[in-house]
C-alpha cells in the first residue's frame, strides 16, 4: 500500500516569541507557552521515521520564534538524520536573534530553506510591524548570514520574505531590489 504523506508537517519546538507582530495571532494563544519537551521531539521524529515520509515540507516553527530555542540546530541535525532524505527541511525566522555563530550552526545543521520575515523597507514602516525588533540589527544579521552561507559554501535556499498591507503598495519592488544583490528568493504576501 502507498502511503499519501501531508505535504507539510510543523514541528514546533517552541511556542515563545520575541515579537509582537501585528498580524500574528500570537497574542491570542490560549496554550502555556514553553519549550517541547526532548523526549517528546524525539518521538515526533522516530514517528516520522517509522512511517517512512517522504516527500514532505519539515518545519521547525508555527507560532514561536525558532532561535528562542537554544537547542534548535542540534534538533534539526538530528531530525534530518532519522528521518532522512526526500524531505525539505525548512525555518522560518524574524532573524533577530541569527548571530554569525548561530548562522554557521543552522547551515551545519543541514537546514535546506530559511525564510526571513521583514516586512519593511524602512526602519519606521517595518518596527510598526514587527513590534520588539529592530531593522538595523535585523538586516545586518540577515546580511551576515549570506556572508557566512557563501564561505561555507553552502547551497542553503534562502527566501526573503515580506508581507504588504495593500496591494498596490511599491514596496514589494523596492524590497526585491534591495536584495537583489543576494542569492534568495522571494515571497511576498
Given at each position: 500500500?502507498n502511503?499519501?504523506?501531508?505535504k507539510a508537517?510543523?514541528?514546533?519546538?517552541?511556542?515563545?516569541?520575541?515579537?509582537?507582530?501585528?498580524?500574528?495571532?500570537?497574542?491570542?494563544?490560549?496554550?502555556?507557552q514553553?519549550?517541547?519537551?526532548?523526549?517528546?521531539?524525539?518521538?515526533?521524529?522516530?514517528?516520522?521515521?517509522?512511517?517512512?515520509?517522504?516527500?514532505?515540507?519539515?518545519?521547525?516553527?508555527?507560532?514561536?520564534?525558532?532561535?528562542?530555542?537554544k537547542?534548535?540546530?542540534?534538533?534539526?541535525?538530528?531530525a534530518k538524520?532519522?528521518?532522512?532524505?526526500?524531505?525539505?527541511?525548512?525555518?522560518?525566522?524574524?532573524?533577530?536573534?541569527?548571530?554569525?555563530?548561530?548562522?554557521?550552526?543552522?547551515?551545519?545543521?543541514?537546514?535546506d530553506?530559511i525564510y526571513?520575515?521583514?516586512d519593511?523597507?524602512?526602519?519606521?514602516n517595518?518596527?510598526?510591524?514587527?513590534?520588539?525588533?529592530?531593522?538595523?540589527?535585523?538586516?545586518?544579521?540577515?546580511?551576515n548570514f549570506?556572508?557566512?552561507?557563501?564561505r561555507?559554501?553552502?547551497?542553503?535556499?534562502?527566501?526573503?520574505?515580506?508581507?504588504?498591507?495593500?496591494?498596490?503598495?511599491p514596496?514589494?519592488?523596492?524590497f526585491?531590489?534591495?536584495?537583489?544583490?543576494?542569492?534568495?528568493?522571494?515571497?511576498?504576501?
Open positions: 500500500m502511503m499519501v504523506f501531508p508537517i510543523y514541528i514546533e519546538t517552541t511556542n515563545l516569541c520575541n515579537a509582537r507582530c501585528i498580524m500574528c495571532p500570537h497574542k491570542y494563544l490560549k496554550r502555556s514553553g519549550y517541547m519537551q526532548e523526549s517528546i521531539f524525539r518521538r515526533v521524529v522516530n514517528e516520522l521515521k517509522d512511517i517512512g515520509v517522504k516527500g514532505t515540507q519539515i518545519f521547525f516553527h508555527k507560532e514561536g520564534e525558532p532561535l528562542l530555542d537547542y534548535i540546530t542540534p534538533k534539526i541535525a538530528y538524520k532519522e528521518i532522512g532524505t526526500g524531505n525539505e527541511y525548512g525555518m522560518n525566522t524574524n532573524a533577530m536573534l541569527l548571530t554569525k555563530e548561530k548562522a554557521a550552526d543552522l547551515i551545519a545543521s543541514g537546514l530553506t526571513f520575515s521583514l519593511g523597507v524602512e526602519k519606521r517595518y518596527e510598526s510591524v514587527r513590534v520588539n525588533l529592530d531593522f538595523d540589527i535585523v538586516v545586518n544579521n540577515i546580511k549570506f556572508d557566512v552561507r557563501e561555507s559554501n553552502s547551497h542553503i535556499k534562502v527566501i526573503m520574505q515580506m508581507l504588504v498591507r495593500d496591494d498596490d503598495s514596496e514589494a519592488e523596492v526585491k531590489k534591495q536584495w537583489s544583490d543576494y542569492p534568495c528568493e522571494f515571497y511576498i504576501k
